[in-house]
């Protein structure tokens, strides 16, 4: 019930398309969904999160769309470049309280090419 | 310098050495991670500290020893490792009590050979 499961494990996109990785989940109280994006020989960085109470959230050409119902939200690449090559990673985690932390539960992680 | 800082960045050791990651984060936050990266895997974590005292220790070998002797350091000992464990070892910390994400290092690559 802590899984989140991630697909395409890859994905490759031409310039100036866009790019679609979703992720599915079942533990009804996760109520935090961020995206990580990875370059290589570097750390995961967050790039953009969402909370349940909105169904999409954007920044810049990155827009997560958020499914609650159905228990799914994706990260959407619009007008993708070779710079967004990466690794991208979905997570989730339940609301952390006074000393408590909220852990992550990651994806599997798909790894983008975008061809120019 | 801000954020989380991993030394060394890559590491060769042999099966017999004893060798140590540390992980250093100026952020306060309170809770650390060690996460192990292998290649066409996803991230595996290993072990948490909340506020200095160790919370989770997933199954992981005894030849991975953490420490973590304050909120902003975070040691991983090692010793007589496979060359299995070679992999991207990434430390995280977050901020506890609060929804939020985690702020990774770099990571250090580790070689066992």
């Known amino acids: 019930q802590q899984q989140v499961k991630q697909s395409p494990q890859s994905l490759i996109v031409q310039k100036g398309g866009i790019s679609i990785i979703n992720c599915a989940y079942e533990n009804t109280a996760f109520d935090y969904f961020p995206w990580y994006q990875q370059f290589p020989g570097k750390g995961p960085a967050l790039l953009i999160a969402i909370r349940p109470d909105v169904s999409e959230k954007k920044e810049g050409r990155f827009t997560i769309s958020f499914n609650k119902s159905a228990k799914q939200f994706s990260l959407h690449i619009m007008d993708s470049q070779p710079g967004d090559s990466a690794t991208y990673f979905c997570?989730?985690?339940?609301?952390?309280?006074?000393?408590?932390?909220?852990?992550?539960?990651f994806g599997q992680g798909t790894i983008l090419t975008v061809h120019p | 310098e801000t954020g989380v800082t991993q030394t060394p960045r890559h590491l060769v050791m042999g099966m017999t050495n004893k060798k140590s990651l540390k992980c250093e984060q100026h952020l306060g936050h309170n809770a650390m991670y060690w996460y192990k990266q292998s290649a066409k895997k996803p991230l595996e974590l290993m072990f948490v500290?909340?506020?200095?005292?160790?919370?989770e220790n997933n199954s992981v070998p005894s030849r991975f020893s953490p420490e973590c002797p304050n909120s902003s350091h975070l040691f991983l000992h090692l010793h007589t490792l496979q060359p299995e464990d070679s992999a991207l070892y990434l430390c995280?910390?977050?901020?506890?009590?609060?929804?939020?994400?985690?702020?990774f290092g770099s990571g250090t690559r580790l070689t066992v050979v």
């Open positions: 997570a989730a985690s339940q609301s952390a309280g006074g000393t408590s932390y909220g852990k992550l539960t």
């Open positions: 995280a910390s977050s901020q506890a009590g609060h929804r939020g994400g985690y702020t």
């Open positions: 500290y909340n506020f200095k005292e160790q919370t």
